[in-house]
């Protein structure tokens, strides 16, 4: 019996693939169409709009009956994407256009298109974690990380330098000027550790931001978090260690403690600045929870692109349930820093 492709659509964001002002890695809407013709993948192309639309495009797409959804974009177009098919059957493939793409690099698909568009006809397919953040204000989603500190309030303001928005630079000189460490009590699946930290660093993957390798042993389908606390760092010495890690680089610092867990809780004693994959929450208290194999994603496996993951899928595969990818909860474990 031949066995026909899943019904496909994609979604794409116009203006993916500019930062600061500087084109990376441009591709129109002809161009995607072009692009999934050459390689046989017959899909319906949706545009977003504005912030949140592609998780609103990829929620209609599943009611509509679409099974493989591809997010063109960034890695925020592919975090709203993957937002809508949590939870679902519905598989995400990424054709990546952002700078950055730390998604695309955990799920070891090539920064080529062409090799991208390969690796989504392929359809290896595994199941992996999602976070959720909850600050008072609100919650999100993330694949990548969720974090408190010092970090939280620099995103916040290079998202601002990002947008053009120059202005925001002498209030960021500013704030890493004041910025001192904060004493916290972090409860790592209820049980309570007390600290005196520069930032909490909540990390479904290794990456986040510039690349950085804030969890290096991360991976995506392990159904825990890797909890890594700064502790005894000054200010220059952390962006130090920040540089250190930029660009997938990998660094051991014994001042980074590390831990594992499914819920993490934040209590400082004084207000920390929240984010989750970069984009900010407010301000704590903060709970953060894994979603166990919540999501079905096309990987690839270039040897030089291996995916954050602690098993390969078969080639090809279909994706499991969420509640037969989740194995027994275990109780969380140390390891060194």
């Known amino acids: 019996m031949t066995q026909h492709p899943p019904r496909t659509c994609l979604i ?7 930062k600061v002002g500087l084109t990376t890695n441009p591709l129109g809407l002809d161009d995607a169409r072009a692009l999934l013709e050459c390689h046989g993948i017959e899909a319906e192309v949706f545009c977003t709009e504005r912030a949140g639309h592609g998780t609103e495009l990829a929620r209609q797409a599943v009611r509509d009956g679409f099974r493989r959804v591809i997010a063109a974009g960034g890695d925020g177009t592919v975090a709203e994407v993957a937002e809508g098919l949590v939870n679902t059957d519905a598989v995400l493939g990424v054709l990546p256009l952002g700078s ?3 998604v695309a690099r955990m799920l070891g698909i090539p920064r080529d298109l062409d090799q991208a568009a390969e690796v989504i006809k392929a359809q290896r397919v595994a199941r992996i974690d999602i976070g959720e953040a909850r600050s008072q204000a609100k919650s999100r989603l993330f694949l990548e990380a969720a974090g408190i500190g010092i970090d939280a309030g620099l995103f916040a303001y290079f998202n601002q330098l990002d947008s053009g928005n120059w202005r925001s630079l002498k209030p960021l000189l500013t704030f890493m000027w004041r910025y001192r ?6 409860r790592l699946d209820g049980k ?10 909540v990390a479904n993957g290794p990456y986040l931001g510039a690349a950085l390798t804030l969890a290096p042993d991360a991976r995506l389908d392990d159904r825990r978090f890797d909890v890594q606390i700064f502790t005894g760092f000054g200010k220059l010495e952390l962006l130090r260690h920040l540089w250190a890690i930029s660009g997938g680089r990998r660094v051991y610092n014994p001042k980074v403690l590390s831990f594992r867990a499914r819920t993490v ?5 004084q207000p920390m600045m ?7 929450l407010g301000t704590t208290p903060a709970r953060i ?3 166990p194999a919540a999501l079905a994603v096309i990987v690839g496996g270039d040897p030089a692109c291996l995916p954050a993951l602690t098993r390969q899928p078969a080639e090809p595969a279909a994706a499991p349930s ?3 990818a989740s194995p027994e909860r275990a109780e969380p474990t140390a390891v060194a820093g």
Request: proline share 11%; charged share 25%; glycine share 2%.
């Open 181 to 186: 460490p904060r004493r916290l009590t972090i």
């Open 192 to 201: 309570p550790r007390r600290y005196r930290a520069m930032m909490v660093t």
């Open 12 to 18: 794409i964001n116009p203006t993916a693939g500019r």
């Open 100 to 102: 950055i793409m730390n």
């Open 289 to 291: 929870e894994l979603l």
């Open 274 to 280: 929240i984010h989750a994959d970069s984009q900010p």
């Open 322 to 324: 969420a509640e037969a």
């Open 265 to 269: 809780e934040i209590e400082p004693r």
